[in-house]
């Protein structure tokens, strides 16, 4: 199927330590779309990624789409508290509308 | 601008009982999904439309019915209420277009237990 693999599954670092959480597919991506979920909470958007090796940044946060449109990266510098919570990474079904979305990684932030 | 809404926020069922669980938004938004969130599986789609009068299935719709009579509202049916559905539900929308319909807009959740 068309699935999308992320590393790692959690994460915990000290409040100012960098973190990155991966995105990975068995096949060519059309574009690929990043979530955030707080702890209790919704999925929130964060960005979308469409042409390859595009890098988009948002603040201490840097997404970056490979440039075999294969893998993705959000990279966040300088860890805070307000950081923790649960990244998606999903694909499109291209044509159709379907969203694929990966397992997540779990962000915890020890201040 | 309220959004996506969702109904009830929490609810707790009987096994064999049904529900409906509610979703509406107002951004007119002709894509709407619902999910189902549990722990260490991350979103499933269980069902989605792309318009009034147009249902499809998801990668879990066993278990669950849909419809959408109208752009704002997609309700969730469950027919008959199984401790495998306890979870936490999302409804989500989307605008049109081909990059437009990838981002989704998520209702606060339903968090629904089957004793």
């Known amino acids: 199927g068309q699935q999308v693999m992320q590393i790692p599954q959690y994460q915990h670092v000290q409040e100012g330590e960098d973190f990155t959480t991966y995105c990975n597919s068995s096949?060519?991506?059309?574009?690929i779309q990043w979530y955030k979920q707080r702890p209790g909470g919704h999925p929130v958007f964060l960005i979308q990624?469409?042409?390859?090796?595009e890098v988009k940044k948002q603040k201490r946060l840097t997404f970056q789409f490979g440039e075999a449109k294969k893998n993705s990266s959000l990279h966040i510098t300088a860890t805070q508290t307000t950081d923790v919570g649960t990244y998606f990474c999903?694909?499109?079904?291209?044509?159709?509308?379907?969203?694929?979305f990966g397992k997540g990684t779990l962000l915890t932030v020890n201040p | 601008n309220a959004g996506v809404t969702q109904t009830p926020k929490f609810q707790v069922l009987k096994t064999g009982q049904s529900m409906t669980l509610q979703c509406a938004q107002d951004?007119?938004?002709?894509?709407m999904s619902w999910y189902r969130q549990d722990p260490g599986m991350g979103l499933r789609l269980i069902h989605y439309?792309?318009?009034?009068?147009?249902?499809d299935q998801g990668e879990v719709p066993n278990g669950y019915n849909v419809s959408r009579s109208t752009t704002e509202d997609f309700p969730l049916r469950l027919l008959s209420a199984a401790p495998s559905q306890t979870s936490v539900y999302f409804c989500?929308?989307?605008?049109?277009?081909?990059?437009?319909?990838?981002?989704?807009?998520f209702g606060a959740g339903t968090r629904l237990s089957v004793l």
């Open positions: 999903a694909r499109s079904g291209g044509s159709n509308y379907k969203l694929t």
């Open positions: 439309s792309v318009g009034a009068g147009i249902t």
């Open positions: 096949t060519t991506l059309s574009n």
């Open positions: 951004m007119n938004h002709e894509y």
């Open positions: 990624l469409v042409k390859s090796g």
């Open positions: 989500a929308s989307s605008g049109t277009g081909f990059l437009a319909k990838n981002i989704q807009y």
